[in-house]
């Protein structure tokens, strides 16, 4: 080798040396919601979620949904259904009830499943996954911890393996229960992803159509507020001698009635999944009865027709058919993407002068193209997969 190729070749070399550190890839730090500095890497190419689809819909609509390895819950691999009869024997049966992530990744449903029972995680099939980051969202179905002590537990068991953890708070976990802060889960994800723009776009749009909600509700009067129950149509209610289930004044179900609607709770107690009997629910007499899923999916017909129910024909909100069905929204109770529905359709059911101008069947496919970029044939199927076709039917 001459002289000269010699000195180019040594060159070459040394600026290889220099080079190559700059390039190598360096983590990056965020901040989750419990306040923990969390150190990610910056290329992520396997998540886990233990949620009930919650980060899931997030990643369908950053066009990440290639990069979920394994779910937290089994509730986005099932498919449901439903039936019951009238008193007089007809009969109605709901079939292909889903998650709507269920319906968008239709793969989910060969992918692993962490948590089989709440709070109960197999870290074997954990760390056999090797995820780049998991996120833990309290208050989901998939992570019910039940106490400070248990959660810590989980968080340092999966720190013990080197795997990134990131935790979200959902409604039921916070201090006082609210929706607000929905819009922090979802930016806090999008920002451990390196999708911050797309994040916070979903995040701001789902906030601005509680925003429009509150905004046509904020001046009515308290004498003039309607009296709003959710009424969970619970077979459970029923076999320990009650009638349904109520959610009380400290509940993220009240939250939607009293402070997005601007109705009151007709059941003013406290406490969630509270056993109820039918005397109580008559005397409570609510103008407006919504029927909310998390005991299962209850149309308003059943609370019309079932022989169980015939107690209940006296209420003014029966006599008056102003039940209305919630969202099939299984394993809701930190609430997921589709949140406005539910508070659109208490909204209405409240009031519906204030929102005559708002079809609210043509209003949900709309909300399912903003949040998940999806066509309007696709909507309508999102539509029926939550069972709100009846929206059509009625012309909510």
Known sequence: MTKSYLSLFILLMMGTSIIAP????????????????????????????????????????????????????????VDYNYSFETADGQAYEYKNGMNPVKYLMPQLAELPVLVETAATVNYETLASLDPDVVFLREG???????????????IKSIESL??????????????????????????????????????????SYLESQIAEIRSRTSDVAEDEKPKVMQLGLSPRAREGGGAAM???????????????????NAYDGTGAFVVISAEQILALDPDVIVLPTAQGYHPASELYTAPYYQNLQELSA??????????????????????????????KAAYPNRFADINVGEWTLDLYQQIYGVDESTARELRSVQWLDWMVEEGF
Request: aromatic share 8%; with cysteine; charged share 25%.
């Open 22 to 77: 700059i390039a190598a890839e360096e983590p990056k730090t965020v901040t989750d919601m419990l306040g923990r500095t969390v150190e990610i890497p910056e290329n992520i190419e396997r998540v886990i979620a233990m949620d009930d689809g919650f980060v899931e819909g997030i990643m369908y609509r950053l066009g990440m949904q290639d990069k979920i390895a394994a779910l937290g819950g089994p509730c986005c691999k």
């Open 140 to 154: 989901a179905w998939a992570f019910t911890a039940g106490s400070d002590e248990k959660l810590e537990k989980t």
């Open 162 to 203: 080197g795997i990134p953890l990131v935790v979200l708070v959902g409604p039921p976990y916070q201090e006082n229960p609210d929706v607000d802060h929905i819009g922090e889960e979802i930016r806090l994800v999008g920002e451990v992803l390196s999708h911050e723009a797309e994040a916070d776009e979903l995040a």
């Open 246 to 264: 109520a959610w009380g004044l400290d509940t993220i179900e009240s939250y939607f009635i009293e402070n997005i609607a601007n109705a009151k």
């Open 318 to 347: 029966v006599k008056n058919h102003r039940v209305y069905s919630l969202p099939w929204t299984p394993y809701n109770w930190a609430k997921r993407l589709e949140y406005p529905i539910e508070a659109m359709v208490i909204a």
